[in-house]
Structures are given as C-alpha cells and as structure tokens.
C-alpha cells in the first residue's frame, strides 16, 4: 500500500520554539504539499514543492518554511511558534507533474502551541 | 481563488437513512475531487468527477456534477456508522503555472446505530 507517513500523530511546543515537521511518502512522487486544517475553515495549502529543492508558497505561507532537500522528503518549519498556529497539520503527495489529481494524505499532526 | 461552499456544515442521521450533501461554486471547473476523512486520519480520494452532468457510484454513495460543471452532489443511500466523517470537495486551482488543490470547508457527517 502507498503511504506517506508524518514523524507525530501530536506534538505540543512553547510559544517561540522552532518547530519541525517531518513528512515521507514510498511513492516516488514528484509533488508534496504541506496543508493546515482548522474547524470551519477546511484545508488551507501553506507551501509545495514539484522537485527536490523546489518550493512555491501557498495561500498561507505566512510563519513557515519548508525544505525539500529529497525527493520523499518534505519537511514544514515553524520558525517561531505561535499561538495561532495550533492546528492539523497535514502533508500530501501526488504522482503526477503539475497535476491536482489523486493526493495522497498523511494522518496528519496535531501541533498544539502554549 | 474561487470559493467552494459545501452544504449542510453538519448533518446527525440515524442508520438507513438517505442523504445528499452539496458543493458549490458560482465558478466553473475542470473538475472536481470528493474526500472523505474519518477522525484522526488524512483524507482519502472517494472520486473524481469530470464531465457535466457526469454520475459516478461507489456502493452506496452516488455522485454527480452539475450540467454547468459548478457544483457537485454526494447522495448516500441507507446510510451506516462507517459512513461517519467529514466529506470534503476540492477543485484543481491553476495558478502561476502549478496546479493546486483548493478545498472547501467540508460536511460533517454523523451516522447513529
């Protein structure tokens, strides 16, 4: 079975810490995305990457990093925690190039911030 | 961005009961994607849909795309406790040359034994 696999089901972290998410598909995928998921609001794309080394911001890259450094690799970076950034943190991937087709999705992290 | 409005937000149904859940745009799409996430976990494609006027079935769960290709329906027929979860339905957006997948902030859906 396919998967992609996110490092924590929950984290908890202080406000200010530096935050990494880790997220891995055994797909051989060409794209990753990095998704936040908040009651009422849905899915928002924070960033996603076609190619090693390549990202593109999403509708709210805002407070975040990513970094592609292989191709099953996406990592999600909280520079400085905040409080607004409790969330579901969930990272997807798809097979084919610049397509929206077929993601497949992580189980997610919950990511709590005091 | 275009905005995709789902209906009913929350839907509390009883075992064998019927449903229809909608999406809806006042955009046009190429097409449209239905998920569904069961608590805890990422959702899982359910579908794609294409053409106007296109059905697709999946067991008990019909789904059809408008003649205008705008919106969307999802209908479960006698609906079961493993039906339970949040059903969302996502458009490919193209934007600055990429193509990324736009949701809409999902039905939630409870069946009851």
């Known amino acids: 079975d396919v998967k992609v696999t996110q490092s924590s089901r929950y984290l908890v972290k202080r406000t200010g810490e530096k935050v990494f998410l880790e997220c891995v598909q055994d797909?051989?995928?060409?794209?990753m995305f990095w998704y936040r998921q908040d009651p009422g609001l849905g899915l928002r794309l924070i960033y996603f990457?076609?190619?090693?080394?390549?990202?593109e911001k999403g509708d709210i890259p805002e407070g975040y990093s990513v970094s592609r450094e292989k191709k099953e690799r996406f990592s999600l970076i909280l520079e400085s925690a905040s409080t607004n950034q409790t969330s579901m943190y969930l990272c997807?991937?798809?097979?084919?190039?610049?397509?929206?087709?077929?993601?497949?999705f992580g189980s997610g992290t919950r990511l709590t911030v005091v | 961005t275009q905005l995709l409005e789902q209906s009913p937000q929350f839907l509390s149904i009883q075992e064998g009961e019927n449903l229809t859940v909608y999406c809806n745009s006042s955009?046009?799409?190429?097409?449209l994607q239905w998920y569904r996430q069961e608590p805890g976990e990422g959702p899982v494609l359910l579908v794609t849909?294409?053409?106007?006027?296109e059905v697709k079935k999946l067991k008990r769960l019909t789904f059809q795309f408008g003649d205008a290709r705008k919106d969307s329906s999802l209908h479960i027929t006698a609906a079961q406790p493993g039906d339970t979860g949040l059903y969302l339905c996502?458009?490919?957006?193209?934007?600055?040359?990429?193509?990324?997948?736009?949701f809409g902030a999902g039905t939630r859906l409870a069946v009851h034994p």
């Open positions: 997807a991937s798809n097979s084919l190039p610049g397509s929206g087709y077929g993601y497949t």
């Open positions: 797909m051989d995928h060409e794209n």
């Open positions: 990457s076609y190619d090693v080394k390549m990202k």
């Open positions: 955009s046009v799409f190429s097409s």
């Open positions: 849909v294409v053409t106007g006027g």
């Open positions: 996502a458009y490919t957006n193209f934007s600055g040359g990429y193509n990324k997948l736009i």
